[in-house]
Structure formats: structure tokens, C-alpha cells
């Protein structure tokens, strides 16, 4: 359970890092391995409460057949749509990470 719990700190930081870099309307990037396929998403959120923002891979080595998505609703909206990112500066929308896990490389053991 630890290793799993260190390796969920570990993408979180990743995701992180991934996000610093990007900018609204660009593509997301995307960092793939046999383990897991991270991708980070910087969205204006202007239609977030209505579509469906995709998450994790599309076209990855994983095999997967569909592509998750996510609508993320009005209140994250409201709340990232225009918010105080320090005390001079007004940012817009945010960066959203995620993290597709190969199942087959987790242990249902404690």
C-alpha cells in the first residue's frame, strides 16, 4: 500500500509539473509509459459545465478503446472562469491533470 500511495504522490507532482509549462488552447501534454499515460490540460472553461473535457489518452500504447471524459459542472466554472491568482494578477480557466493507471501492474494485496 505504500508503494502505491508514493506513487500517487509522485504522478501529482508530475501532473504538476506538466501544467507549469502550458498555456490556454494549446494541446495538452502528454507523457506515456507502460505504467500510466499522464496528461495535462490547460482549459479557459468557457463551455466546461456543458462538454466533456477528455482525460487521460487517446491513441496510447495501453490498448485502451475508449477515451474518459469528464464535465467538469458550473460550479468549477464559476470558480476558475476568472479567479485571483496573486494579489495583483487576475488568471482565467486552469490546468486539469489526470492519470490513466495500466491496472494490470497494481497488486490487490494491502
Request: net charge negative; hydrophobic share 35%; aromatic share 6%.
Amino acid at each position: 500500500m505504500v508503494l502505491k500511495e508514493d506513487f500517487l504522490e509522485i504522478v501529482d507532482e508530475l501532473l504538476k509539473s506538466m501544467c507549469k509549462s502550458l498555456v490556454i488552447g494549446e494541446e495538452p501534454s502528454v507523457a506515456e509509459s507502460e505504467i500510466a499515460v499522464l496528461r495535462s490540460d490547460k482549459n479557459n472553461f468557457q463551455e466546461v459545465e456543458a462538454n466533456y473535457s477528455y482525460i487521460a489518452c487517446s491513441n496510447c500504447s495501453m490498448g485502451m478503446t475508449t477515451i474518459a471524459g469528464v464535465r467538469l459542472g458550473p460550479e468549477v466554472k464559476q470558480k476558475y472562469s476568472d479567479w485571483q491568482c496573486s494579489d495583483s494578477q487576475t488568471c482565467n480557466g486552469a490546468c486539469v491533470g489526470s492519470a490513466q493507471v495500466n491496472t494490470r501492474h497494481w497488486s490487490r494485496k494491502k
